[in-house]
């Protein structure tokens, strides 16, 4: 009942894409080692979690309405105590930090998104206590296709704009495509796509 919720809630609006979330994994100090989690999410009695700590590399970071927070609930557990939380933005305690400036994929936000003393109600909590961790590996097998498929089409429009590159520009009176050494280079970077 908690989870069907959480996803008429949060999650149908976003398979429609009417609206984006983002996922809180990677840390400052942790890159993406989920089991490594410093980020914290205590349960108080008011029956709220409280987040502390900061993500970082948050793709869509300032777009998103909510955001599936990664935390440590039971540090003793390593990576079976970490959880996954539903996080409405804007929300009190919730920060977001500078955009990056990449060198590509400029199409979404990248940030970092501090979690300070941010209250959580329980019913927010995204499965059960220690999911978290399943939850994330589920998550990033399933993302890893896309990604893929975005490294290849970059690796292709690269060497599409190096083929036209190599045709327009003149050396010794001729377009540098016609020298064997350039075609050798985009032959490599044919093959290698």
């Known amino acids: 009942r908690q989870l069907s919720k959480l ?3 949060w999650y149908q609006r976003r398979v429609r894409g009417d609206h984006v979330g983002c996922f809180c994994l990677s840390e400052p100090g942790n890159g993406s080692d989920a089991g490594a989690a410093s980020t914290t999410a205590v349960l108080r009695d008011s029956g709220h979690y409280e987040l502390n700590g900061a993500k970082a590399w948050i793709t869509n ?3 998103s309405e909510a955001a599936v927070v ?7 557990l390593k990576h079976k105590g970490i959880s996954a939380f539903v996080v409405p933005k804007p929300h009190e305690g919730v920060s977001l930090g500078k955009k990056e400036d990449k060198l590509g994929i400029r199409g979404s936000s990248t940030c970092v998104i501090n979690f300070d003393n941010c209250l959580i109600d329980e019913s927010n909590l995204l499965g059960k206590a220690g999911d978290g961790f399943k939850i994330a590996m589920r998550t990033l ?3 890893r296709i896309g990604v893929a ?3 290849l089409g970059i690796a292709q429009a690269s060497l599409e704009c190096a083929v036209t590159y190599s045709q327009q520009r003149q050396a010794f009176g001729k377009p540098i495509s016609a020298m064997q050494t350039i075609q050798n280079k985009l032959a490599d970077m044919e093959c290698k796509i």
């Open 70 to 76: 990664f935390a440590t609930t039971d540090k003793s």
């Open 149 to 151: 498929g975005q490294a």
């Open 61 to 63: 970071g300032y777009e």
């Open 141 to 143: 097998d399933a993302g």
């Open 7 to 9: 996803i008429k809630q």
